[in-house]
């Protein structure tokens, strides 16, 4: 393309831009939006309408670029840096004694600026001095643009979801001004010039930003938000912009000794790059770094160290996690807050001594500490965060404290941190040396002390549950040793019963065959229930049952008593999933009941019947029988027995175990007309195919 042409391209394309901008620039003093977003978007689009003019009238004269159009391209990026400021609503501070309530960290950048007017003025700016080997003037904009894009990610990242609706497309306009700007200059660098085909669709590319700005203008009511900046994303941000700064200084470098080093020049420039490389990258993953930039960044640019939202967040978080180990999630929750590499934990005990339980990124320390000792008393009336640096030079704040022999050779032992619940000193937190150096004040020592004493809370908590597992345990161990006694009680009164007989029937054949009978199986059941109290027992598996023959079973071992129970199989051979054992107890109990509420002259009637597709054993008798306030009232809860030798578990096990099974059990009674317990339970599914063979 020849000069003419090219130069007739520049024209009108900046031409475009300039006329554009002038255009989004009128009604932005007529619109009701706030005076900042207004002075700052109108400066913007004055500032882009006139450089591009500028850029215009140059071209037109035969060059296409002077000192007069770089001073105002440096102000166009000024304009647009400061609109994203304002848009971004971090621009003031409260206690700031400069004009308009600048931020210091913002005033710095407008003397960057000012500096850089100043530059272009004294002939340092000029692009023509990069192709006489000085990168300065072409890495000074790319730096102008990558700080332009890290405002517009910054506009962007800190807004809400429903936010983001109104400043996108401002995003998307502003951001890709400087986005072309940085692909001009860093092209720029590479090739010491400027290439005229990417400088002359400038302009155009610019023009084609306006629409976006135009959209962005008309939802500009919701630009103003409460909106905050974090002090991660400014963290974020400060690393990518100083890579990129560093980067470029490496690079200009790396350029100046491929220059210099004739023969040697390339590979010195390639190791030399790859050394600034791995030496930043070794930076960016350095512990030390990090906890340097956020105690820099919380210092300088904000008026609180802490962010509190995020940091409770994450507090809460660490402590909230599954599994075991809270110990070492409460150190690090609170070695986190003050950039510590680690810590450990002690915690009091029933015996008096406050024991070390936890250790995290420490050797552990076996030192333990009485409860009375002159160091804990100290913690516990005081509740103050002890310093042991501060300790070693200047004891005299510490009036009281007694540092303990272990922690005073512990050499790098840095804050203790009191565990503080319901005004009792439940343990306490030692933290090893930061990784930057932070000096304490008003503000940390209040968050480690709430921090602590939500620490104790999340380990009080721990304590109770596991408290509560064992008296659980327990419970369920006498519970369980509750239905064995009132088993073994069942199985004395059958042999007593049986032991009164045997001077009457002792040459009776039959009672000598039954006796031994019982005998045998009443040592049987004793030893079962020794094994369940001693947990030596696998546990009996479910099996499908012959509920006609577990009845026959519960019956022969209630021959001794009277009234003698009557059996009625209506339905035989119908099969149930159960445990045998568990099964016969539970049907035996209400055998046992009816026989025992039953005068001798009475009846007791066992029937099994088929019952929908439910097996029904009902156990009828013709004894006292009960009232309905005492079946709702008392019948079903434990310990509760109108039988003077009674302990009231019988027919609670026996309704829990129905339901466990899946039945229910249905209790019918008069008052002195008799009791009528219905067990109704699911029929094995092969149970159902064998009675429908039958049929």
């Known amino acids: 393309m020849d000069v003419a042409s090219l130069t007739s391209i520049v024209v009108y394309s900046h031409a475009l831009a300039a006329l554009c901008f002038a255009l989004l620039g009128v009604p932005v003093r007529g619109r009701r939006i706030e005076p900042s977003h207004r002075i700052a978007l109108g400066l913007a689009c004055l500032f882009t309408a006139l450089w591009a003019a500028s850029l215009a009238w140059e071209a037109g004269n035969g060059a296409l670029w002077s000192s007069f159009t770089d001073g105002f391209e440096i102000l166009r990026n000024a304009g647009w840096s400061m609109f994203l400021l304002v848009l971004l609503g971090n621009w003031r501070a409260p206690d700031s004694r400069l004009p308009f309530g600048l931020r210091p960290s913002l005033a710095v950048a407008g003397v960057i600026y000012l500096g850089c007017l100043l530059a272009n003025l004294l002939g340092h700016w000029d692009l023509a001095l990069v192709r006489e080997h000085s990168q300065a003037p072409a890495a000074l904009r790319v730096a102008m643009a990558v700080w332009g894009m890290l405002l517009v990610e910054q506009v962007y990242r800190n807004r809400s979801v429903q936010e983001r609706w109104a400043v996108k497309f401002a995003c998307l306009g502003v951001g890709g001004l400087f986005a072309y700007d940085f692909y001009l200059y860093s092209h720029t660098m590479l090739f010491r010039e400027v290439d005229p085909d990417i400088w002359a ?53 790396g350029y100046y000794l491929r220059y210099v080093g004739g023969s040697w020049g390339t590979v010195m420039q390639v190791a030399f790059l790859f050394g600034t490389l791995i030496l930043l990258v070794g930076i960016l993953f350095s512990g030390t770094f990090r906890a340097w930039l956020k105690v820099f960044i919380s210092k300088h640019f904000y008026r609180y160290n802490y962010d509190y939202r995020e940091e409770w967040m994450r507090f809460t978080r660490t402590l909230s996690q599954s599994g075991p180990g809270l110990g070492e999630r409460v150190i690090e929750a609170v070695a986190t807050l003050v950039e510590s590499p680690g810590g450990a934990l002690w915690q009091r005990r029933e015996s008096g001594q406050y024991e070390p339980t936890a250790h995290w990124h420490m050797p552990a320390l076996n030192a333990s500490e009485p409860a009375d000792s002159p160091f804990c008393q100290f913690l516990e009336s005081s509740q103050w965060v002890v310093d042991l640096h501060e300790y070693g030079h200047s004891p005299d704040k510490y009036d009281a404290l007694a540092i303990p022999a272990w922690l005073a050779d512990y050499p790098r032992a840095w804050l203790v ?269 092969h149970g159902i195919q064998v009675a429908g063979r039958a049929a």
């Open 201 to 253: 669709a400038r302009g155009v590319v610019n023009a084609l930003s306006v629409p976006l700005v135009a959209v962005a203008l008309g939802r500009s009511r919701s630009w103003t938000s409460p909106l905050s900046l974090s002090r991660r994303a400014v963290a974020h941000s400060a690393a990518l912009f100083g890579s990129a700064a560093y980067l470029l200084a490496m690079g200009s470098a």
């Open 417 to 685: 941190v009191p565990l503080i619940l319901h005004g009792r000193l439940s343990g306490f937190v030692l933290l090893h040396t930061p990784r930057s150096p932070v000096k304490l004040n008003w503000e940390i020592i209040d968050l480690l002390e709430i921090a602590g004493s939500q620490a104790a809370g999340h380990l009080a908590q721990q304590d109770a549950a596991d408290a509560l597992l064992v008296a659980r345990q327990f419970e369920s161990f006498n519970r369980m040793s509750t239905f064995v006694v009132h088993d073994l009680k069942n199985l004395v009164s059958q042999l007593s019963l049986m032991n009164a007989n045997a001077a009457r029937h002792k040459d009776n054949p039959e009672f000598q065959a039954d006796m031994l009978e019982t005998v045998s199986y009443s040592v049987q059941k004793m030893k079962l229930l020794l094994q369940k109290l001693g947990r030596s027992e696998s546990g009996e598996q479910s099996t499908p049952l012959t509920l006609d023959k577990v009845v026959r079973q519960a019956l022969a071992l209630k021959a001794a008593f009277e009234p003698h129970p009557s059996l009625q199989i209506e339905t035989a051979g119908l099969l149930v999933l159960a445990e045998r054992e568990r099964l016969e107890r539970v049907l035996g109990h209400l055998i046992q009941n009816a026989i025992e509420a039953t005068p001798r002259s009475g009846s007791v009637t066992i029937r099994v019947a088929r019952h929908n597709e439910q097996v029904l054993v009902e156990i009828a008798d013709t004894g006292e029988g009960m009232s309905e306030d005492f079946i709702r009232e008392r019948l079903f809860k434990p310990f509760e027995s109108t039988k003077s030798a009674g302990m009231g578990i019988g027919v609670f096990e026996s309704r829990e175990y129905i339901h466990e099974l899946g039945g229910r059990l249905e209790v019918s009674s008069c008052p002195g007309q008799g009791t009528t317990f219905r067990v109704l339970l699911p029929i094995h599914q």
